[in-house]
């Protein structure tokens, strides 16, 4: 049973920063795609950030570039969102995610991505 487990969520002012961890269990492969999606009440859920398996590319969307950056930490099956200069539009509901392919094809999609954690909350204040 893989199982996906984040962290890191919190509460912090505007310009402020938080790193969000994604701990990944059950997982017969360290080298998969994973990604972070986040969701604010009352709209959609939206891709945030991606990194392939060998953690060589990474994707964002434009909302966030310049601002977060994403990693991986292959031996402690664990991905990373090092998130800086917060706004408060970045308010919302954070779910790691993981594929079963090592490329990040399509990594906008949820329909990318097999797995799914719980979510950490992200409340920025103005």
């Known amino acids: 049973q893989v199982q996906l487990a984040e962290s890191g969520g919190g509460s912090v002012q505007a310009g402020g920063s938080l790193r969000l961890s994604c701990a990944a269990s059950g997982y017969t492969s360290r080298s998969n795609c994973m990604g972070w999606f986040r969701q604010a009440p009352g709209k959609e859920r939206e891709v945030v950030a991606s990194?392939?398996?060998?953690?060589?590319?990474?994707y964002y969307a434009d909302s966030v570039k310049g601002r977060f950056a994403i990693s991986r930490d292959t031996a402690k099956n664990t991905a990373y969102l090092q998130m800086n200069s917060l706004k408060p539009e970045d308010t919302a509901m954070y779910y790691c995610?993981?594929?079963?392919?090592?490329?990040?094809?399509?990594?906008?999609?949820?329909?990318?991505?097999?797995?799914w954690g719980q979510g950490t909350q992200v409340t920025v204040s103005s």
């Open positions: 990194i392939n398996g060998g953690g060589s590319r990474q």
């Open positions: 995610a993981a594929a079963t392919t090592e490329t990040c094809y399509y990594w906008f999609s949820e329909s990318r991505y097999t797995y």
